[in-house]
């Protein structure tokens, strides 16, 4: 019989993407689709592929039966629901931060470590942070071949990795700015703000975003470092498998609404060339090279947002840095960095049953 | 006798913030002070220190008795006539990318190595690029206490670094954008842009500014390497003395007005705290410490743009790198970046005549 397949958190930002996944996918393992979000959402219809599902609300039943349920919430509804799930005899795929460095649960990118679907003690296989995953492609098809030592990354994150509150937020304040001439001032900008009724209390950023750029992404963690700062170093180790991969990671949201961009400084064991890399890229079915810099060809995220791959650019080999290339990558963060990651892990799981 | 100034390019971007800067000096060393731009702005009157002044247009003779010419004007404009100047007698101070990489001329930050100033066999001193400028004050003091090997750099640069057709740019893809919900599939601000009357060829960037980001900054240099990041590093490597620095940068425009922000990776001989660089920040009076990420303070552009100091925050000791500090700098590329340490240099000069 073909599986179930849950989907919790429908109705959120991430949710929906993975709706459009559900409805554009070719291949179709499952049987029954089940939508579920918090009761203020149960309720609501949503069409996948041609059948209108009615949302229902999270709690222990909706679970019987399901063989796969994919997590799109907050950390603290995973880290309670999750194992309900799980006890409930479905394979949880988790969207969140809260199970992704607990050492009983595979933290996978198929690219790089779909073998590790099998071993899920806690019946949980972890999906990475989005900015994690912007970049896991790319580098680990250059790891198998030169072996990756140390990695220098700066990311330009969009605002959607905040949710649908993230989006509207960024939209609310480009219209309260837009022909005023601001940014010229220091301040002027929170000026605009306050006078248009958006004061940065009821922002999900803790700086303005329009015209502006915000070196903080997720909570403090201690000694200056930032969760997201964090999660990319030890993401990138246990996905890679390199457990002393020496990582410095920073940060930074920018007033876009979705794809993230990291400038990443990579340094390998072997030596590499520009056109070693490219080789490896296009072998890479799910790595996009768009790299002519000379006619002005280069990923940016407004011309790749929507899409599925990851999209590499810029490439070149640093001049002063030995087996070190510099290069530059956007990848969708709901599509890739999340929604599409998880349905990847969930598609191969259909496939072992 | 108080010795003459003169300004060459007075009614450009740069110009107009050195104009704001010459009026809000609290010490005046100068006599006459000549305005200089292209014949099209000729005639044009403006307002130095409550004296209204008549541009002049540029051409030989505006050079006769001049001791120090500031020159913000194009590369091809100051490589004509910065030779022209300090033929007729004047010491030019050139924010041009013309004369930067001479041998014969010194490539001067004050607070790095304002000594340079005296060693101009051509005539000529050359003001830094603006994102090398935005973090030169913070790395040399850094670099004087514990040795700076290696730097790894992502910028964050703002329109205005293309001048007030870059500014004006980007407030016309910004009202072209605003409310019409695009920025979610690829593609939908190049044509929201398209149908505002905002081709792309019309533009002084590569690739739409409003909801992204352009990984491109200068003219293609070869083997994938943008003027801008090579800028960074054979200038950073000539300020500080330091001709085998390691240095590996990747420039990227964003849609900010005015003040460039850089993600830092450094790496020093001797071992370093966060705890000395601190000390080593507070002791530079040109640097201001912005820097409780605990509490969500940490220096963003449009908190700081119109400031003189280099702003630091967010300082980390790497985790996996020795001897390494992370941190993010915001400069105002308009000030700092270019005006204002042209300026700094002509004062200097003052001083000495």
């Not at 799109?72 to 394979?91: H, L």
């Not at 990851?310 to 990558?329: E, H, K, M, S």
């Amino acid at each position: 019989m073909a599986p179930t397949l849950a989907l919790v958190g429908a109705t959120g930002a991430v949710g929906s993407v993975m709706i459009d996944i559900l409805n554009g996918r070719p291949e179709w393992p499952w049987g029954e689709v089940r939508l579920i979000a918090s009761p203020r959402s149960a309720g609501r219809k949503l069409t996948v592929r041609g059948e209108e599902l009615t949302v229902q609300a999270l709690a222990p039943e909706v679970f019987d039966g399901v063989d796969v349920a994919m997590f799109d919430v907050p950390d603290e509804i995973s880290a309670r629901w999750a194992p309900v799930a799980a006890e409930r005899g479905a394979v949880v795929v988790d969207n969140s931060g809260a199970f992704r460095m607990d050492d009983d649960v595979p933290l996978v990118v198929p690219e790089c470590n779909l073998d590790r679907i099998g071993e899920r003690p806690r019946g949980i296989i972890a999906n990475p942070n989005c900015t994690t995953l912007s970049m896991m492609a790319a580098l680990g098809a250059l790891h198998r071949e030169f072996g990756l030592r140390e990695l220098v990354v700066a990311s330009y994150q969009a605002v959607s990795g905040a949710g649908v509150a993230g989006v509207e937020r960024l939209y609310a304040e480009l219209a309260a700015v837009v022909g005023k001439g601001v940014g010229v001032r220091a301040g002027d900008v929170r000026e605009a703000l306050e006078a248009a009724g958006l004061p940065l209390a009821d922002s999900p950023f803790p700086a303005p975003l329009a015209l502006n750029v915000v070196p903080s992404a997720g909570s403090y963690k201690g000694d200056g470092w930032y969760s997201e700062e964090l999660k990319v170093r030890n993401e990138s180790r246990k996905i890679l498998g390199i457990p002393d991969l020496k990582v410095s990671a920073t940060c930074v949201r920018v007033p876009v609404v979705t794809t993230h961009s990291l400038a990443v400084h990579a340094t390998f064991e072997r030596p590499v060339t520009v056109e070693q890399a490219r080789r490896v890229f296009d072998a890479q079915p799910s790595v996009v090279l768009v790299d002519d810099p000379e006619r002005g060809v280069f990923p940016t995220p407004a011309d790749v947002v929507g899409g599925d791959p990851t999209y590499v650019g810029r490439i070149r080999q640093a001049l002063d840095f030995p087996n070190t290339l510099d290069f530059f990558v956007c990848g969708d963060n709901l599509r890739k960095g999340a929604a599409l990651n998880t349905y990847e892990i969930a598609e191969a799981l259909a496939a072992r049953a």
